[in-house]
């Protein structure tokens, strides 16, 4: 019966975004996957994409923004207490995300002495961390960190130990409690304080031996940090100075756990939680460490090198977040231009708006090929060509792709109208969301900065690369384009640091499309090199495309929610 309230119908309403298969319905993300080595996990990536594409897990990702956690200082008596508490909504992303293994499945070779890495295990986390970050984003930023921690972990052999059958588990455990009572591990990490995040060698967090030192000794620990994030981790990767006095001291990696081997709770105090503008079911608290206990993960002075282990990792998971938010920005606008008709008309077949969702499916395209790329090169690190690539394309892609995603996420926001901007449906919360994975981990000049120190340190390593880059380049007139800006740049190194950023996106634009060239469908390649190498596209999206075949490009990137 009809609402005596009601004066009309709803018409005109794109039906919404939800029980979509997120990987049958990406076929960019398919083809990546297969081509870059992770095609035997096509089923479980399957089942995967169908979980966190569900309505109950979009909704879940929702409720786990809208309601934050809440820092809890102190009991009713006054008691320290140091807590987060979450939503349930946030602790069932967690789960769902460690049951597929994001948080360590890369290291499960670990659990046997002698096996080998799995063919492929970092494509097909990949797949799975690029697919949860779309159902949630702010868990992602606890299960990459936990994951990239093992590697600098096992620096420490006992320490190690101790701690990998825990991380292993895919057993999500909530609880605040001793690790050695718990199902599985969370591990944070911590090197940004007040005065200088990127420059950790100002640290002042200062950590004295207990006896004596080393590696896998205890120390305590007094100072701060300005981030730490998901702070209910059950042990934190810290950067701390040791001072000289000791022998030989410096800045040194640590593992600081929540919980002391005695049961009591570590002296983490949280001070406050950042009030973020995006990243809002994470929690990311500013604390002090009161004479808190931990142990030595590095060499004393060694710290910076064992913690590049760990970002190296995360570096990597930024580009494979931000690559999947776009694709959920993207699949969003074209579902709603597919559905909602203007001036008699389908949105999608207006022929302006054509060119702004083909042009924004090639940056999609181009995010995909780099970070899929890029896994692969982590998953044959054995190959000096590959480990190569992983070195140099590393600042890169994190660079390019975080940098594209934040322009992108507002021009794909704009396909809903009105809609894109209130917080009833995703867009709002993307748009917010994606400028961190630009910042943290490593903010665009100094991914820039850090490319230069390999030209600068590891020649060779670059010359492998750029010549395989020219090479797979060679015969396309637009990616001959890039290259020869590239070379360009190159020519000229006593200007270098100022050209940084121009040199690590022609590197970015370059690489993405000699994979679309050798892999991608030709409408694809062909208008991703003019546009982005060969210098037809604008400042702002749906220019130069007026050539290129748009329709197959949507076609290509429609999120169809009848493929689910
Ligand atoms: C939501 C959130 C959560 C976080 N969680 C954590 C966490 O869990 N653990 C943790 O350790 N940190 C965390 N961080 C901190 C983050 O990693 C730092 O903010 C980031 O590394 C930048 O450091 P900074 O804020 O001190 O800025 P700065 O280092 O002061 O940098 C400011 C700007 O200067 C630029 N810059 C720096 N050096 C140079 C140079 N030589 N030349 C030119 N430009 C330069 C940078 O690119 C940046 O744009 C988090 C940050 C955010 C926003």
């Given at each position: ?14 039906p919404p975004f939800e029980d979509v298969n997120l ?26 994409g169908l979980t966190c594409g569900s309505a109950e897990a979009f909704e879940q990702g929702r409720l786990a923004n809208e309601n934050p ?17 979450y939503h349930p909504a946030y602790h069932a992303c967690m789960e769902t995300s ?33 697919m949860a970050a779309q159902m949630e984003a702010g868990h ?140 809002r079911s ?46 959920l920005?993207?699949a969003n606008?074209?579902h ?86 209130v917080e009833d449906g995703m867009m709002a919360r993307i748009?917010?969301e ?127 929610l009848?493929?689910a």
């Amino acid at each position: 019966m009809t609402s005596p309230y009601s004066t009309h119908e709803v018409a005109n309403q794109s039906p919404p975004f939800e029980d979509v298969n997120l990987f049958t319905s990406d076929r960019a993300l398919q083809e990546a996957v297969s081509r870059e080595g992770g095609g035997h996990a096509v089923k479980q990536l399957n089942a995967f994409g169908l979980t966190c594409g569900s309505a109950e897990a979009f909704e879940q990702g929702r409720l786990a923004n809208e309601n934050p956690p809440k820092l809890r200082t102190h009991d009713q008596k006054g008691h320290r207490l140091d807590v987060v508490e979450y939503h349930p909504a946030y602790h069932a992303c967690m789960e769902t995300s460690f049951a597929q293994g994001l948080h360590s499945g890369v290291w499960a070779h670990l659990a046997t002495p002698g096996e080998a890495q799995r063919p492929g295990a970092n494509v097909v986390r990949a797949a799975g961390f690029y697919m949860a970050a779309q159902m949630e984003a702010g868990h992602c930023c606890p299960v990459t960190m936990t994951n990239a921690a093992v590697p600098s972990l096992m620096m420490a052999p006992a320490l190690a130990s101790e701690w990998l059958p825990r991380i292993l588990s895919r057993s999500y455990d909530l609880r605040f409690a001793p690790a050695e009572s718990k199902a599985s591990a969370v591990i944070g990490m911590g090197m940004t304080e007040k005065q200088g995040g990127t420059d950790v060698r100002a640290n002042t967090t200062v950590a004295e031996p207990v006896n004596g030192g080393g590696v896998g000794g205890e120390y305590v620990l007094t100072g701060h940090k300005w981030f730490l994030s998901a702070p209910m981790s059950d042990a934190f990767l810290v950067l701390a100075q040791v001072p000289s006095a000791s022998g030989g001291g410096g800045l040194t990696c640590f593992l600081l756990p929540r919980f002391l081997p005695d049961g009591s709770v570590n002296a983490i105090r949280l001070q406050r939680l950042k009030d973020k503008l995006g990243n809002r079911s994470n929690a990311s608290a500013e604390v002090e460490f009161v004479r808190a206990h931990a142990w030595a993960v590095s060499e004393e002075g060694r710290g910076i090198a064992a913690i590049m282990e760990m970002v190296t990792f995360t570096r990597l998971d930024c580009a494979v977040a931000s690559a999947g938010l776009m694709r959920l920005a993207l699949a969003n606008a074209i579902h709603h231009a597919e559905h909602r008709s203007v001036f008699q008309k389908r949105l999608i077949d207006q022929p302006l708006m054509g060119q702004v969702l083909a042009d924004l499916a090639l940056d999609v395209e181009g995010a995909v090929a780099l970070s899929f790329r890029l896994a692969r090169a982590f998953d044959r690190s054995q190959d000096p060509r590959a480990a190569a690539w992983a070195r140099l394309m590393t600042p890169v892609t994190k660079y390019y792709v975080c940098k594209t995603a934040a322009a992108f996420s507002a021009e794909a926001m704009e396909c809903l109208g009105g809609n894109g901007y209130v917080e009833d449906g995703m867009m709002a919360r993307i748009y917010r969301e994606i400028p961190v994975n630009a910042i943290w981990e490593g903010s665009g000049n100094v991914m820039a900065l850090d490319v230069l120190r390999v030209l600068q340190r590891e020649p060779d390593v670059a010359a492998m690369v750029i010549d395989e880059l020219e090479q797979s380049a060679r015969g396309d007139r637009h990616l001959g384009v890039a290259h020869a800006k590239l070379d360009a740049i190159l020519r000229e190194p006593r200007h270098l640091d100022t050209r940084a950023r121009a040199l690590v996106e022609q590197l970015a634009i370059l690489a993405a499309g000699v994979v679309l060239r050798a892999h991608g469908p030709s409408f694809v390649a062909d208008a991703f090199a003019a546009t982005r190498a060969g210098g037809l596209s604008g400042r702002t999206y749906g220019q130069g495309l007026d050539w290129a075949d748009t329709g197959a490009i949507l076609a290509r990137a429609s999120p169809s929610l009848d493929r689910a």
